[in-house]
Each structure stands twice: as C-alpha cells, then as structure tokens.
C-alpha cells in the first residue's frame, strides 16, 4: 500500500463491541470521524444486532 492510499482509511473503534475497523474514504461516517475522534461508531454487525433485538421485542408475544 502506498503512503496515499493508507491515508484513505482511518481506524475506529466500535461503541458496542471494541472492534477496531477501518473506515474507507467512501463510508457514510468517514468525514465525521476523520473530523472529530470523539465520534460514536457502531459496526455493521452490532447495527444489525440491535435492529433485529429491537424488531424481535415489538412483537407480540405467542400464547403457551
């Protein structure tokens, strides 16, 4: 990789998990994080945990 090129990506840490990860220049969240290192990140698979826990618990519950 070239000095150009690492420069693309910066490394954050997951709020959820403590993966760290690293962000390419085309992400969503890539110009706040690069901006501000205070940032709340959440990864991918913590996002889609939470979606699925929250769809799950607004389901009525089946009778025994």
Excluded: W
Excluded at 12 to 34: L, S, V
Excluded at 47 to 61: F, I, M, Q, T, V
């Amino acid at each position: 990789m070239s000095v150009q090129e690492q420069k693309k990506f910066v490394q954050t840490r997951c709020a959820f998990c403590g993966r760290k990860e690293d962000i390419p220049a085309g992400h969503k969240d890539y110009e706040k994080i690069r901006l501000n290192v205070k940032v709340v990140y959440i990864c991918d698979h913590c996002n889609n945990k939470a979606r699925y826990d929250a769809d799950e618990s607004l389901k009525p519950k089946k009778p025994m």
